[in-house]
């Protein structure tokens, strides 16, 4: 048995679960997602405040689907209460970012400022110049969109320019010792 698909996932009060013809809707104060639950071998359940995520048979699709869509839910509960949020860090002389309404504008070394649209569901912030947070009720979508960020600029290894996430871990790689 899966270890995360045999936890129940708590309701709180103010969110409100459907589950329809293998859609799953969840509804809470900050925003409404679904998600399509494919396979024919998971059962969703809402009862007493909480959801069951079941597989039907013991076969190897439902056993690997049973945990993911455990965990999909879990996110969409969780996100429809206290948005998802990923925090970027700009690295380097001269380079910077700036927030106009959806678009983030960054200048980042290139001879062209790069400037990125945010899909709808997510805010962009910069509470200074050389961070960009991306926050939204959609998991996936605010790591996609964090992820398509970070990629503009990848983090050069011997001074550490570029874009990271703030909780990343980078190496620094030591330059050229010869001649000394």
Do not use: W
Request: hydrophobic share 40%; charged share 20%; with cysteine.
């Amino acid at each position: 048995m899966s270890r995360i698909g045999k936890l129940g996932i708590p309701l709180p009060k103010e969110v409100k679960f459907e589950y329809n013809g293998g859609v799953v809707t969840v509804t809470g104060p900050k925003g409404t997602l679904t998600q399509a639950i494919a396979s024919k071998n998971i059962a969703v359940a809402a009862a007493d405040g909480e959801v069951k995520v079941t597989r039907l048979n013991d076969q190897k699709e439902s056993r690997a689907m049973h945990g993911l869509y455990r965990q999909l839910i879990a996110n969409m509960v969780r996100g429809v209460v206290t948005p998802f949020s990923k925090t970027l860090i700009i690295n380097g002389v001269g380079y910077k970012a700036a927030v106009a309404g959806a678009k983030l504008t960054m200048n980042i070394g290139f001879s062209h400022p790069v400037e990125y649209v945010a899909p709808a569901g997510i805010t962009l912030a910069c509470p200074d110049q050389n961070t960009v947070t991306v926050t939204g009720i959609d998991k996936e979508l605010v790591g996609q969109v964090a992820a398509t960020i970070k990629s503009k600029r990848k983090v050069e290894p011997y001074h550490l320019y570029g874009l990271r996430y703030s909780d990343e871990a980078i190496t620094k790689k030591e330059g050229k010792t010869a001649g000394k």
